[in-house]
């Protein structure tokens, strides 16, 4: 049994087998995942768990470098937003249209789905190398 980090099985495969560049996406309960991409599935009830903490749990774990988000999270969900403006001070932040972020989770290796109800709360992180 691991000690520490991350102890779905699932996310920590999909951990440890991203490569530079490659996507995951953090996902609200809403959001459609594309047919032939991985669905880690951690939804229990309404808000459980939250975006942010699944988020935590794996950026604890992952090398971000850039993080993408739709554009329309300004006005749809500010306080996910700021969060994620606090949690990504010294990484690339993009901004798309919703439309074009559920096309590039076509592209994500897979996609963790949280309880998360509000809207837009929903994130790409590509990943990085640490060396």
Known sequence: MKRHGILNSHITKVLADLGHTDFIVIADAGLPI???VTRIDLALKP????F?????AVCDDMV??????ASEI????PNIEKFLKEKF????MERVTHES????T??????IRTGEITPYANCILQSGVFF
Do not use: H, M, Q, R
């Open 74 to 77: 300004e006005v749809g969900n």
């Open 101 to 104: 972020f559920k096309e590039l």
């Open 52 to 56: 942010k903490a699944v988020l935590d």
């Open 64 to 69: 971000v470098e850039k993080c993408i988000v």
């Open 47 to 50: 808000g459980l768990p939250s």
């Open 89 to 92: 001070v010294d990484i690339d």
């Open 106 to 111: 076509k592209k994500a290796k897979a996609v």
């Open 34 to 36: 594309p047919d032939g």
